[in-house]
């Protein structure tokens, strides 16, 4: 993968890799931002919903490479783009989620209240630019960068991971100064660093409960995974505490502190994200949402076997 710092290395980059009729796939957001594309696609919606990722593949025809720009769903609905038609994409990331470093998508299906997904996007290439980072509202900077913490505590769970270490420490040192001052740029220069680790260590190591939880939360009720995974990612520290202390521990030294989810709480806080029914997820439905939890492939991943009985425990300590 090559990486790039500075948006400025775009028109080179796309030269280098021969690709001369790029399409833009965006938010209406970033639809006009000045870019060295061919043809623009803007209609990018949140959990990359099945029918935008159909007309983003129309929208392709004739292309000879992608770039895709914005969060998580931008740069999902891209790589479902590029694994339909195998174009080459340059990812340029504007949250801290991650998804720029995976092969794999996932897809909102509205109809059947579920996150579905694929695989075998072809990312080249991605460049990283913290400018466009600096009108992230502060909801989304927390809940993006709680998602980046996730993916390094659980990058941890198979062993020591310098990019899940290194992105957990950067994350903990710069998410509360970028939240007491979003215009900072070398705090949201920091930031970003640290999700890149993070999304490194992310397609180094998969994902485990704590991403199912949320996955589930934001399949069923299109919440935001950064927000579901702030909220999920102490609860599953917990429980996974007793099948890998050292894990937990050796993620604890990275935060600086011996009760990492506690820590973990106290950064979700900063987002104002708690309980999950301040999301309005429904009591009566926590069953439901536990048994479609234990059967994501991250929970059967997970290092401790987690049944739909403790998973609904987990989901009820912080409902
Ligand atoms: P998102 O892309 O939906 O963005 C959240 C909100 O922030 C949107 O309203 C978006 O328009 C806005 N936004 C994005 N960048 C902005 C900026 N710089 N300034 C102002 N507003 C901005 O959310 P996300 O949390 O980045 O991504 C979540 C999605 O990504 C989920 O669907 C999740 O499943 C997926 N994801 C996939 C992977 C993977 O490896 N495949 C990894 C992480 C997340």
Not at 110 to 124: D, E
Not at 170 to 192: F, N, Q
Not at 210 to 231: D, E, F, K, T, V
Not at 284 to 293: D, I, Q, W
């Given at each position: 993968m090559i990486v790039r710092w500075g948006i400025g290395e775009l028109d080179a980059l796309l030269g280098k890799l021969g690709i001369e009729r790029a399409l833009l796939v965006t938010t209406q957001r970033f639809a006009d931002l000045e870019l060295p594309v061919h043809a623009r696609f803007s209609g990018v919606q949140r959990h990359s919903p099945l029918e935008i990722v159909a007309a983003a593949?129309?929208?392709?025809?004739?292309?000879?490479?992608?770039?895709?720009?914005?969060?998580?769903?931008?740069?999902?609905?891209?790589?479902a783009v590029s694994a339909g038609t195998g174009l080459p994409l340059v990812a340029i990331p504007t949250t801290y989620a991650g998804s720029e470093w995976t092969p794999y998508f996932?897809?909102?299906?509205?109809?059947?209240?579920?996150?579905?997904?694929?695989?075998?996007?072809?990312?080249?290439a991605v460049v990283y630019e913290p400018t466009l980072t600096l009108g992230l509202p502060r909801e989304e900077t927390v809940g993006t960068a709680m998602n980046a913490l996730a993916h390094c505590a659980e990058a941890l769970y198979?062993?020591?991971?310098?990019?899940?270490?290194?992105?957990?420490?950067?994350?903990?040192?710069?998410?509360?100064?970028?939240?007491?001052?979003?215009?900072?740029?070398?705090?949201?220069?920091?930031?970003?660093?640290?999700a890149m680790h993070a999304g490194m260590a992310l397609a180094e190591r998969g994902l485990f409960l704590?991403?199912?939880?949320?996955?589930?939360?934001?399949?069923?009720?299109?919440?935001?995974?950064?927000?579901?995974?702030?909220?999920c990612l102490a609860p599953a520290l917990r429980f996974n505490a007793r099948a890998v202390p050292d894990a937990i521990a050796s993620?604890?030294?990275?935060?600086?502190?011996?009760?990492?989810?506690?820590?973990?709480?106290e950064l979700a806080r900063l987002g104002g994200f708690v309980r999950l029914r301040d999301f309005g997820v429904p009591?009566?439905?926590?069953?439901?949402?536990?048994?479609?939890?234990?059967?994501?492939?991250?929970?059967?991943a997970n290092p401790r076997s987690a049944a739909a009985a403790d998973v609904e425990t987990l989901l009820r300590s912080v409902w």
């Open positions: 593949t129309a929208a392709a025809e004739g292309a000879d490479g992608l770039v895709g720009l914005g969060g998580g769903s931008a740069i999902d609905t891209s790589k996932g897809m909102r299906d509205a109809a059947r209240r579920l996150k579905t997904g694929g695989s075998g996007a072809n990312t080249v198979a062993g020591e991971c310098a990019d899940a270490s290194r992105g957990a420490e950067l994350i903990a040192r710069w998410l509360p100064a970028v939240v007491s001052d979003g215009d900072d740029l070398e705090s949201r220069t920091g930031l970003l660093e640290g704590a991403h199912a939880m949320a996955q589930a939360l934001g399949g069923r009720y299109g919440l935001s995974h950064g927000a579901m995974n702030a909220i993620f604890g030294r990275s935060l600086g502190t011996e009760d990492p989810a506690s820590k973990v709480e009591e009566t439905e926590l069953s439901e949402l536990a048994a479609e939890t234990a059967a994501r492939p991250g929970a059967a």
